[in-house]
């Protein structure tokens, strides 16, 4: 497998006014993206260069090498972008994707819906679970489903695949799909794959004790909604 470009900080400048921002990083860890020319090739960069010189950059390091790693992974595959490169080791490049996010379309061939379906069977038959699946993850170019944004994703190692956990990774997958779908066709789901999708009783018990917990979190410190 062959190893990530590692590309100089200079290969990309600041964001400036000729680079397209996509989205604006506001949150904590949240990279701004842009797009912009890598020699001569149109790239979607996702940038955490604001935290050089801090605390968090070795985290930002972190999630720039992990994404890299999952898109070297996936290298060919037509479902995923392919990876340009890490620059300065802080910001990453990745292919530009020109179409439309699943989101915005305002009717979607129901072709799209199986194609994505066969992906993600197809990420999970390799123990990779996207863990972020909504519609402005997902690309659409000429009819083709681009899955993106794998800063989330995880690899489950072949002999843990079967665990709980893991299961209920693939089965949030499934369901978030199964819902853009519905969302996006108007199309029910089929009773059998509501039961596969269907969340077990300890997943629910966890879900609502993070939310009890939470809600008391942002009470007692007064965080805004």
């Known amino acids: 497998m062959n ?6 900080d200079d290969a990309v400048g600041p964001l400036t006014s000729d680079k397209q921002l996509l989205k604006r990083g506001e949150r904590l860890l949240e990279p701004d993206v842009y797009r912009a020319a890598i020699d001569g090739r149109i790239a979607v960069i996702k940038d955490y260069r604001r935290y050089r ?32 490169g890490v620059i300065g080791g802080l910001a990453l490049g990745m292919e530009y994707i020109n179409g439309q996010t699943l989101s915005s379309l305002q009717v979607a061939d129901g072709r ?28 659409v170019a ?45 199309v029910e789901v089929p009773p059998e ?18 939310k009890r917990n939470y809600q008391r979190f942002k009470a007692r410190h007064n965080v805004p909604a």
């Open 3 to 8: 190893a990530i470009t590692l590309l100089p």
């Open 53 to 84: 010189g801090t605390f968090l950059a070795p985290v930002a390091r972190l999630l720039v090498r992990r994404e890299a790693r999952m898109l070297r992974q996936l290298a060919g595959w037509k479902h995923a972008p392919a990876l340009v």
């Open 112 to 139: 799209v819906f199986d194609q994505l379906h066969r992906a993600l069977e197809r990420l999970h038959e390799q123990g990779i679970t996207h863990n972020d699946l909504h519609g402005t993850n997902v690309m």
């Open 142 to 186: 000429a009819g083709v489903p681009v899955l993106i944004d794998f800063t989330s994703a995880w690899r489950t190692p072949r002999w843990r695949r079967n665990n709980p956990i893991a299961r209920q990774l693939r089965r949030s997958d499934l369901k978030n799909l199964l819902k853009m779908r519905k969302r996006v066709t108007g």
């Open 193 to 210: 794959l509501a039961a596969k999708v269907a969340e077990p009783h300890w997943v629910s018990v966890i879900r609502s004790g993070w």
